[in-house]
């Protein structure tokens, strides 16, 4: 193009702020793009099978724009996570999608994967430390306030309270803690509700077996902070003890069970599923789009009783 060309065709860029399309370029020139997922195995796990159900539907929308998936799944214990760290350290990709189950050896990670310099999205729990990454998923902290606000209006009389932490053989996950701080918090934070009496109880899974009707005698109510509330309920309706609320999160089919039969009083929906297709959603729009984000997905709280649960193939 001669220079006359090239100044009028500037000249109408900048009368009519014509930007590049980014989209059709990409489509153009038939562009790959790679993202890596480092997420637990989800076999028997129906929590961690929602997300993927989700990542996967995102990856089925975007992969005619160029969008390629690679999984890495670890088991559910710290060593099988950082075995399959260099993996994904040296896969060579334009993203990460992430959770950061295992909370000082998810920063170890993240301080190495730093220097690959590449968009990082954390879904499931955040964690607070100087790397550049995008969260999906709710406020920790708040879901446990929310707990302990609905357990306030709940009960009335006896106000006997079990945190019961139903943990595989090792779990130290910083959104399970921060849930149980803000469950905390919230009777803290309004000193004029008394006359409430709190304890907690370590279960771990493998011993289930080992709950015995004592440790339940004068409860309340039971904040389960995590999606095990099943296990309790059960155990309760077996033993025949009625009354005690129960407060625990996601709509595994085992909880909605038992949210349905009244055994269960709330669950706090996380929508794993849809944290999954976003994630892949923000690493689409911020690597190919090449589009800017200023602030986190949170996920809204949503209070599920039996009232107002909607089967999903219902809707």
């Not at 009777?187 to 304890?199: A, G, K, L, Q």
């Amino acid at each position: 193009m001669s220079q006359e060309n090239i100044d009028k065709v500037n000249a109408i860029i900048a009368q009519y702020g014509f930007k590049r399309n980014i989209f059709a370029s990409n489509l153009a020139a038939k562009k790959k793009f790679k993202f890596a997922v480092f997420l637990p195995k989800f076999k028997e796990i129906e929590y961690w099978k929602s997300q993927i159900v989700g990542v996967k539907k995102a990856e089925e929308e975007f992969k005619k724009f160029g969008i390629q998936l690679e999984y890495f799944y670890y088991d559910f214990d710290p060593i099988s996570f950082k075995n399959t760290i260099s993996k994904v350290i040296d896969f060579e990709c334009n993203g990460l999608l992430f959770a950061p189950i295992f909370h000082k050896e998810s920063i170890a990670f993240l301080d190495l994967y730093a220097k690959k310099q590449l968009p990082v999205v954390m879904i499931d729990s955040d964690i607070q430390n100087e790397m550049p990454h995008f969260y999906i998923g709710q406020d920790a902290f708040k879901s446990g306030y929310l707990a302990g606000r609905l357990i306030s209006f709940a009960v009335k009389d006896q106000r006997k309270v079990l945190i019961i932490k139903i943990t595989r053989d090792i779990e130290s996950t910083s959104v399970y803690l921060q849930r149980i701080k803000g469950f905390y918090s919230y009777f803290e934070e309004n000193p004029s509700i008394t006359n409430f009496e709190f304890s907690e109880l370590n279960v771990k899974e493998s011993d289930i077996n080992n709950l015995h009707v004592d440790m339940f005698a004068d409860t309340s109510s039971i904040f389960i902070p995590n999606s095990r509330a099943y296990i309790i309920a059960r155990f309760l309706e077996q033993h025949h003890i009625k009354g005690i609320r129960i407060i625990g999160y996601d709509l595994l089919e085992d909880n909605i069970k038992y949210l349905n039969s009244g055994s269960i009083d709330f669950l706090i929906n996380q929508k794993p599923e849809e944290q999954g297709y976003l994630a892949v959603q923000y690493l689409y729009k911020k690597v190919v789009l090449q589009e800017d984000f200023t602030s986190n997905i949170i996920i809204p709280l949503e209070i599920i009783v039996k009232e107002n649960y909607i089967r999903p193939d219902n809707k």
